[in-house]
């Protein structure tokens, strides 16, 4: 596959070629480039089973004071020793690049490129080699001070493969890419940027090309009362085609993109800022048989146009600050279908129905608040306050998603700082959400959510000491509309705290100590009483101690962590107990259930930063995992998850060793 990606940077150059892996070369590197090559593995086990890894160099070679050789290779990987094949994701990529200045000014550059990329997942792999010759110079000559505002032209060729679906495709690729970036207004400012890019290969039956075309910029208006105005304009088109059921299926994108905006100073303290923008993407999903026996798929396609507008006013004095923002956005899609498949006038009234249950148009509309006052030098107090009410609207019958959702939020912050390093937070905040849907398909789910959060925490760094603490309880009363749904209300209650303690036993050893406790309980709630049923709860602890020791030298640092981690997680719920076959009393008996997952194990980690340009971070959790069950017998029968008792005297033991490994090296550093 032909895949060109460019962008434009500070210094006004484009890059050409890219993979998942990133740009590969935008001409010659500029003089003073901090490194020849650059090393990175990352290896990590992140589950029971699961691994993840990646590995990659880059660099270059000056083969002279005009020619330049680029590369980067990588792989990335993810592990999965239960899958069959245990590979979920295997991805291998690499990129040479060879850039020529044809003369001592460097306005003529001539280039080639040799890119590889392979997925065993999709059993995918394609290649690509691409020459190009380009043309740059500079648009103000004159000026001096200004060498960024430059012109780039490029034509670019070559051929390409790519294999997939059993099928090896070769064909040639072409294009051509044209941007100019103009400083209008000093290096300092944003420029006005114009760009044009596009691209094609043909790959046997299938056919990809895509077109860019940008122009942005920036102006400055009025000394004495400055008006500052944006404007953007875009078009782009993009065609892919891949193998489907004996049919190459050609996925058709076009969006269409008109962006101003403008800032006003009102005066020093004062700020109007407005931002629109309208985005207009169509997408068309086109089908052609590859033989005369297979099957005509249904063309089909979309409209879309979306709408976004914010308006703010900001002001700001020394003691106090203040703003409002006004958010309007519009997303409206619409389905259509091309009678490719020749069906007669009902069957295709019948299928376009079908599509066009999908139709929706979305609108959000947002007013939010905000407000800081420094009473003292000392002391702050911030309160924001938002208003959003969201309404869906599917015009077919049969779409069941019409639907308004309204939220409004206020939120209190007291933040005090005092005499010893102390500093105390105390965060309040009330939050109301209403769902209602229109159709009476899904009135039963219409709910109001009331929810409440209390935040308060301190910090405080007595001599040697550091102790942090933070808390965060929020707690949620969700309320069925619906008479027949009160059995279906809930209230939710999270209690999240943090505490954190350092001690500083001399200069270089650090004693740490953190321990973290999340506590949710979820119960059956009787709104006209105020009254809950407890139905599960779950609490986890987070308890790691441990040491850093550093070390310093002149070719680098060095630190080194000794601990112990212990992270439990009980899952408290109501069951019931499987009679015995010999039992008289057939019924399942009520149980309190308790689940308990527990790791814990010693913790080591090394980290390496030098100066010659190689670090590395490497830690190892050799965690000992047991789960197990507990459980004491209630009153009474209970309907719902039963076990046996052999089932709950099960108990699985395990040793993993959970580890992260990085490492990166810069060779060559100047």
């Known amino acids: 596959m032909f895949f060109l990606v460019g962008s434009f940077s500070l210094r006004a150059q484009v890059l050409v070629g890219a993979t998942q892996f990133g740009p590969v070369f935008s001409g010659l590197r500029p003089a003073g480039a901090d490194t020849a090559l650059f090393l990175l593995a990352r290896a990590r086990r ?66 080639q490129q040799l890119h590889y990329d392979q997925s065993r997942a999709n059993a995918t792999r394609t290649g690509l080699w691409l020459g190009r010759l380009g043309y740059q110079r500079r648009l103000r000559p004159a000026g001096a001070a200004d060498s960024l505002s430059q012109l780039h032209l490029t034509v670019l060729g070559g051929l390409a493969t790519d294999r997939r679906n059993g099928r090896t495709d070769a064909g040639v690729a072409y294009g051509f890419d044209a941007a100019a970036l103009y400083f209008l207004n000093g290096t300092a400012a944003p420029p006005l940027a114009l760009r044009v890019l596009g691209t094609r290969s043909r790959l046997g039956p299938r056919t990809m090309q895509r077109l860019v075309a940008e122009a ?104 106090l600050q203040a703003s409002i923002v006004f958010n309007y956005r519009e997303r409206t899609r619409a389905y259509y279908l091309d009678n490719s498949r020749r069906l007669s006038a009902p069957r295709l009234a019948a299928a376009l129905s079908r599509e066009q249950v999908k139709d929706i148009t979305e609108q959000t509309t947002l007013w939010q608040g905000s407000l800081t006052w420094l009473p003292t030098p000392r002391h702050s107090l911030d309160v924001v306050g938002t208003a959003q009410l969201l309404r869906v609207d599917a015009p077919s019958k049969d779409n069941q998603q019409t639907r308004d959702e309204a939220q409004h939020l206020a939120r209190l912050t007291w933040t005090g700082r005092w005499a010893g390093a102390f500093r105390t937070t105390l965060g309040v905040a009330g939050e109301y959400r209403q769902t209602v849907f229109i159709r009476a398909g899904l009135s039963a789910e219409n709910y109001v959510d009331h929810l409440l959060h209390w935040e308060p925490g301190f910090t405080w760094a007595p001599g040697k000491w550091s102790i942090r603490s933070q808390y965060h309880l929020w707690v949620s009363y969700q309320v069925r509309d619906q008479p027949t749904e009160q059995a279906r209300n809930r209230a939710s209650r999270v209690l999240e705290q943090t505490q954190s303690i350092t001690y500083q036993l001399r200069p270089r050893l650090l004693l740490l100590a953190d321990y973290v406790r999340r506590e949710n309980r979820v119960g059956q709630l009787n709104w006209a009483q105020f009254r809950e049923s407890p139905l599960d709860t779950s609490v986890t602890h987070d308890f790691s101690i ?30 019931a107990l499987l009679p015995e076959a010999t039992a008289a009393n057939p019924s399942p008996q009520l149980i309190y259930l308790h689940n308990i997952t527990r790791q814990h194990g010693p913790e080591v980690a090394v980290e390496r930063h030098a100066v010659a340009g190689f670090n590395l971070t490497a830690s190892l959790w050799l965690q000992w995992l047991r789960t197990f069950s507990t459980y004491t017998v209630g009153k009474g029968t209970f309907l719902g998850s039963s076990y046996s008792a052999l089932d709950l005297d099960r108990e699985t033991t395990r040793v993993l060793p959970y580890f992260e490994l990085t490492a990166e090296w810069r060779v060559g550093r100047r």
């Open 46 to 111: 992140v589950g029971v089973s699961t691994f993840v890894q990646t590995t990659g160099a880059r660099g270059y070679l000056q083969l002279g004071p005009r020619q330049q050789l680029r590369y980067r290779v990588g792989t990335d990987m993810i592990y999965d020793s239960r899958g069959t094949p245990p590979f979920v994701r295997e991805d291998y990529g690499a990129d040479v690049a060879h850039v020529f200045a044809l003369d001592a000014a460097n306005h003529w550059q001539l280039g």
């Open 216 to 319: 942005a910029g920036e102006q400055a208006f009025l000394a004495d009362a400055p008006v500052t105005v944006q404007g953007r304009l875009g078009y782009r088109t993009n065609r892919a085609e891949d193998y489907l059921l004996g049919s190459v299926q050609r996925i058709q994108s076009d969006t269409v993109l008109a962006q101003a905006g403008a800032t006003y100073k009102v005066n020093d303290y004062a700020t109007l800022r407005s931002d629109n923008s309208v985005l207009l993407p169509t997408r068309a999903f086109l089908y052609r048989r590859l033989s005369e026996g297979a099957d005509t798929l249904q063309d089909v396609g979309y409209r879309q146009r979306e709408l976004d507008t914010r308006q703010e006013l900001r002001f700001g004095r020394p003691r």
């Open 546 to 575: 441990g040491a850093r020791q550093g070390w310093a030298g002149p070719k680098g640092s060095t630190s080194l962590r000794l601990g112990y981690r212990l992270l439990e997680q009980r899952n408290y719920g109501r069951a």
